[in-house]
């Protein structure tokens, strides 16, 4: 069982479709990430949230918008993806930034 | 800047024997380095870590990796793989400045029976 918490764990949406990703950790970390995975790739880092302020963002289209409501969620909104954009989004938290990560077991996302 | 190579993106093992995963990495500055083990269909779960001490690392289900500054790698090792060990393995490096980790491009362990 992961510590890391990511729901949902499948989602099929539309092109012209609004949907959000969850993630919870009660771990009191304060660093919280997404990454995207392509399958036979690693993961690519796309924000680091550090004290709820975003201090990351590898330069992610804006149909893709994260959100902090607290220490112990992030969301990731998504609005107009492309097919391109169908992957394991991955959600990873840690005590600060730049220690071990700890990681959920992602939502496998597909874009008709 | 900082980067992490996996030599071998496949390695097939016979169930029970030894294995050895390569990694080498590269940074100016002071490191942390890790191995993160990715079953199917799940996310990524720490393996071991290196932060400071001891250069000699033992983590979970077995595996223990040697930080060799000189080299500068990071190899994981098991002296008896499963078949549960089947998975994809990355070496990664971080304690850079802006608060990242970098990974290798993963390493495919196959566990032949």
């Known amino acids: 069982d992961t510590e890391v918490t990511q729901t949902p764990k499948h989602l099929v949406m539309g092109m012209t479709n609004k949907k959000s990703l969850k993630c919870e950790q009660h771990?009191?970390?304060?660093?919280m990430y997404w990454y995207k995975q392509k399958a036979k790739k690693p993961p690519e880092l796309m924000f680091v949230y550090s004290y709820e302020k975003l201090s990351i963002n590898e330069s992610v289209p804006s149909r893709f918008s994260p959100e902090c409501p607290n220490s112990s969620l992030l969301n990731l909104h998504l609005h107009a993806l492309q097919p391109e954009d169908s992957a394991l989004y991955l959600c990873?938290?840690?005590?600060?930034?730049?220690?071990?990560?700890?990681f959920g077991d992602g939502t496998r996302l597909s874009i008709l | 800047a900082q980067s992490v190579t996996q030599l071998d993106s496949q390695v097939p093992v016979f169930e029970e024997a030894p294995v050895e995963l390569r990694c080498n990495y590269s940074?100016?500055?002071?490191?942390?380095l890790f191995w993160y083990v990715q079953y199917p269909n799940q996310g990524l779960q720490l393996l071991l870590k290196y932060l400071s001490g001891s250069t000699l690392v033992k983590g979970i289900n077995g595996f223990e990796a040697e930080f060799n500054k000189s080299q500068t790698s990071f190899h994981l090792r098991k002296p008896s793989v499963h078949i549960s060990d089947t998975a994809e393995y990355f070496c990664?490096?971080?304690?850079?400045?802006?608060?990242?980790?970098?990974f290798g491009k993963g390493t495919r362990l196959h566990i032949l029976p």
């Open positions: 940074s100016s500055v002071s490191v942390y």
């Open positions: 771990m009191g970390h304060r660093a």
């Open positions: 990873a938290s840690s005590q600060v930034s730049g220690t071990p990560q700890h």
């Open positions: 990664a490096v971080g304690g850079n400045r802006d608060d990242k980790i970098i």
